[in-house]
C-alpha cells in the first residue's frame, strides 16, 4: 500500500518591491490575522526601519533580539507572554528572521518575514538554523505566512550583505550535489523538484550576475527573487538539504572556530569551492563557483573572510562532526588533504 504523505507549507503573500514595507500592515491585513503585533527586530534593523513598522499598527510591541540561540527564542518566548500578541514580524537579517520563526512555532501565533538585508536564504524557508554547544541545528517550523521584502531598503543595506545573500544561493550548487550522493550511497530521501529548483535558481543568479551591483535596487530584486525560491526549495523539501550540504557545514564550524569574523553566506560561498573540488577533482567547476562569486564580490580566499588559514582546516577537518548530514565531508577529511584543497583551489596560500 502506497501510504506517503508530502506536506508543503508556504509562505502565502509574498511582496517584493519598490517601498512595500509600507504595505506591510496591508499584507498582513489580508491574512485576516488578530490582536497585536510583536516586531522582533535587531539593534540595526530597528533602527533603519522600527519606526516605519510600528507606525502601520495600533499598539506594537517590540522585542529587540542580540544572538541566534535557543535562550534567545527562550526569552522571546517569556516576553510574548507578557505581551500576549496576536502574532509575531521579524524586521531585519537572519539572526530576528530565524529567532522570531520558531518563536512563533512554539507559541502557535502566525509569523511575516520582512527582511531587511538579501543576505541570506532563511527569510522564506520553513526552517530555523540554530547553534547550540558543538552542534548547529536545522529546526523546523512553520515559514512566514507573509514575506514583505522592500528592495529600496534592501539596496540601500551594505552591499557585502547583498554579496553574502548571492554567494549563499551559489552554494546550492554544491549543497545539492551532496543530497544526491547521500541518495546515492545512504538511501536519503530525495526531491527532484526541490534539487531541480535549487540547482536552477543559482543558475539564474549566475546567469545575471552583471545585472547585481551595488545600490541598484533592480540587484536587490534579483537576489530577493532567489532567496525566496532557494526557500521554497528547502519547504518543498521539508529540510534544507537542497540549501545546506558540506559547505554549510563548514560555515557552521567557522562560526564556532573564528565567530563574527565573516559572513554566513560569505563562508559557505569559499567553502563551496572546495566542496565542488572534492566533488569533482582539479578539472572540475571548483573554479566557475570561484569565478562566479568574485564577480559578484564575494569573497573567495580565507583571507578574504578574514579567517586564518589554521582557523578554515581546523574547521574543514572537524565539520563532518557537527550534523548527522552525509556529504562529500562523510568520515572527514585529514589535515594534509584539506590543506591540499584549499592551497589547490586558491583559498590559502601555497
Ligand atoms: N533558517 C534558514 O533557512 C537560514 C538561516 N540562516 C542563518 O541566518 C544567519 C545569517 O543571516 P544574516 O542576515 O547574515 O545575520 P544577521 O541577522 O546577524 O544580520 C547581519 C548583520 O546585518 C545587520 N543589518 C540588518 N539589517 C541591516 C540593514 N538594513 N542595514 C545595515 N545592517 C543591517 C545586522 O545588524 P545587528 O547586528 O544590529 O543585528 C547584522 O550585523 C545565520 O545565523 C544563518 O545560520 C542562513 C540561511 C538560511
Ligand atoms: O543556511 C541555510 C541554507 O542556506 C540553512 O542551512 P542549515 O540547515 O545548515 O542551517
Ligand atoms: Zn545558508
Avoid at 29 to 36: E, F, K, N, V
Avoid at 166 to 187: E, G, H, P, Q
Avoid at 216 to 225: A, G, I, N, R
Amino acid at each position: 500500500m502506497f501510504e506517503k504523505t508530502t506536506w508543503i507549507k508556504l509562505p502565502r503573500n509574498v511582496l517584493v518591491g519598490h517601498g512595500v514595507l509600507d504595505d506591510l500592515g496591508e499584507a498582513v491585513g489580508d491574512l485576516y490575522l488578530t490582536g497585536r503585533p510583536l516586531i522582533v527586530t535587531s539593534p540595526t534593523p530597528n533602527e533603519i526601519a522600527g519606526d516605519r513598522v510600528r507606525a502601520q499598527f495600533d499598539d506594537p510591541a517590540t522585542a529587540v533580539v542580540e544572538e541566534a540561540s535557543f535562550d534567545a527564542v527562550e526569552e522571546l518566548k517569556a516576553t510574548a507572554e507578557a505581551v500576549d500578541p496576536g502574532y509575531l514580524i521579524a524586521l531585519g537579517g537572519g539572526k530576528p528572521i530565524d529567532i522570531a520563526k520558531m518563536a512563533a512555532d512554539h507559541l502557535d501565533v502566525g509569523f511575516v518575514s520582512a527582511p531587511t538585508v538579501a543576505s541570506h536564504d532563511g527569510i522564506v524557508s520553513g526552517r530555523s538554523s540554530i547553534p547550540e554547544g558543538d552542534t548547529r541545528h536545522s529546526v523546523a517550523a512553520d515559514p512566514p505566512l507573509a514575506v514583505v521584502a522592500d528592495t529600496t531598503l534592501l539596496a540601500e543595506a551594505p552591499w557585502r550583505l547583498t554579496t553574502a545573500g548571492c554567494a549563499d544561493i551559489i552554494s546550492n550548487y554544491t549543497a545539492v550535489k551532496d543530497w544526491r550522493l547521500a541518495r546515492r550511497l545512504r538511501n536519503v530521501e530525495y526531491s527532484e523538484y526541490a534539487g531541480a529548483l535549487s540547482e536552477m535558481t543559482a543558475e539564474l543568479l549566475v546567469e545575471n550576475a552583471d545585472m547585481i551591483r551595488p545600490g541598484l535596487e533592480e540587484s536587490s530584486w534579483v537576489v530577493v527573487k532567489a532567496l525566496v525560491s532557494s526557500g521554497v526549495a528547502m519547504s518543498i523539501a521539508g529540510s534544507s538539504r537542497p540549501a545546506s550540504g558540506a559547505e554549510h557545514l563548514i560555515s557552521h564550524q567557522l562560526d564556532r572556530i573564528a565567530p563574527g569574523k565573516a559572513l554566513h553566506g560569505h563562508q559557505v560561498g569559499v567553502a563551496s569551492i572546495m566542496t565542488e573540488y572534492l566533488h569533482s577533482g582539479e578539472n572540475g567547476r571548483w573554479n566557475a563557483i570561484r569565478d562566479a562569486l568574485a564577480e559578484l564580490d564575494a569573497p573567495t580566499t580565507a583571507s578574504e573572510l578574514g579567517i586564518d588559514d589554521a582557523e578554515l582546516i581546523a574547521a574543514l577537518t572537524s565539520a563532518h562532526e557537527i550534523r548527522d548530514r552525509y556529504t562529500i565531508l562523510q568520515g572527514g577529511i585529514n589535515e594534509e588533504a584539506a590543506v591540499e584543497v584549499a592551497t589547490a583551489t586558491g583559498v590559502i596560500e601555497r
